[in-house]
T-cell receptor, first 111, second 111 residues
Framework: GENVEQHPSTLSVQEGDSAVIKCTYS??????FPWYKQELGKRPQLIID?????GEKKDQRIAVTLNKTAKHFSLHITETQPEDSAVYFC??????????FGTGTRLTIIP | DVKVTQSSRYLVKRTGEKVFLECVQD?????MFWYRQDPGLGLRLIYF???????EKGDIPEGYSVSREKKERFSLILESASTNQTSMYLC??????????FGSGTRLTVV
């Protein structure tokens, strides 16, 4: 079945440094790749997404890259700040109309 | 803004009880989903629905059922609650461009 693998499961970075989270997916027909951020005690919220016809997308300090050939996509956060501390989930949209999520990355920003 | 409302933030139920978790949307979207979230396991799909009276099993449907009598309401039912169903339950609504909006979650404890 569909599978999304996410690494690392935990990540600690110094404030101001960059953080990168990587995901791989199994179905080459996947066409939509969102990233969700879940702060402690809150619901997951969409922070950025990318579609299969685009290789990179940026929104201020966050960016997502997609490599369709290798079937992987990554979230990049630059100039990290304490409010970036959260759990991040990647997901991939497969042809059967539902998202499959990665297992999450707990990002901790060290002041 | 899209609103997805879960009726309870916290619930404590006894083993063997029948439990209803409610999710209501304020849009006219078809696709709704129930996930459970456990540490280290990410978001796992229990059931989803594409329209009124339609339901599909997700990855972990055992011990659960669902009801979708009206488009705006998608209910998750634990027929006979067990302690291994203690978890955070998240409802999600798929928007026009595949993105999901999540409810605020119900933390269920079965004692």
């Amino acid at each position: 079945g569909e599978n999304v693998e996410q690494h690392p499961s935990t990540l600690s970075v110094q404030e101001g440094d960059s953080a990168v989270i990587k995901c791989t997916y199994s179905d080459s027909a996947s066409n939509y790749f969102p990233w969700y951020k879940q702060e402690l005690g809150k619901r997951p919220q969409l922070i950025i997404d990318i579609r299969s016809n685009v290789g990179e997308k940026k929104d201020q300090r966050i960016a997502v890259t997609l490599n369709k050939t290798a079937k992987h996509f990554s979230l990049h956060i630059t100039e990290t700040q304490p409010e970036d501390s959260a759990v991040y989930f990647c997901a991939a949209h497969f042809g059967n109309e539902k998202l499959t999520f990665g297992t999450g990355t707990r990002l901790t920003i060290i002041p | 803004d899209v609103k997805v409302t879960q009726s309870s933030r916290y619930l404590v139920k006894r083993t063997g009880e029948k439990v209803f978790l409610e999710c209501v949307q304020d849009m006219d979207h078809e696709n709704m989903f129930w996930y459970r979230q456990d540490p280290g396991l990410g978001l796992r799909l229990i059931y989803f629905s594409y329209d009124v009276k339609m339901k599909e099993k997700g990855d972990i449907p055992e011990g659960y059922s669902v009801s979708r009598e009206k488009k705006e309401r998608f209910s998750l039912i634990l027929e006979s609650a067990s302690t291994n169903q203690t978890s955070m339950y998240l409802c999600a609504l798929e928007g026009a461009n595949y993105g999901y909006t999540f409810g605020s979650g119900t933390r269920l404890t079965v004692v």
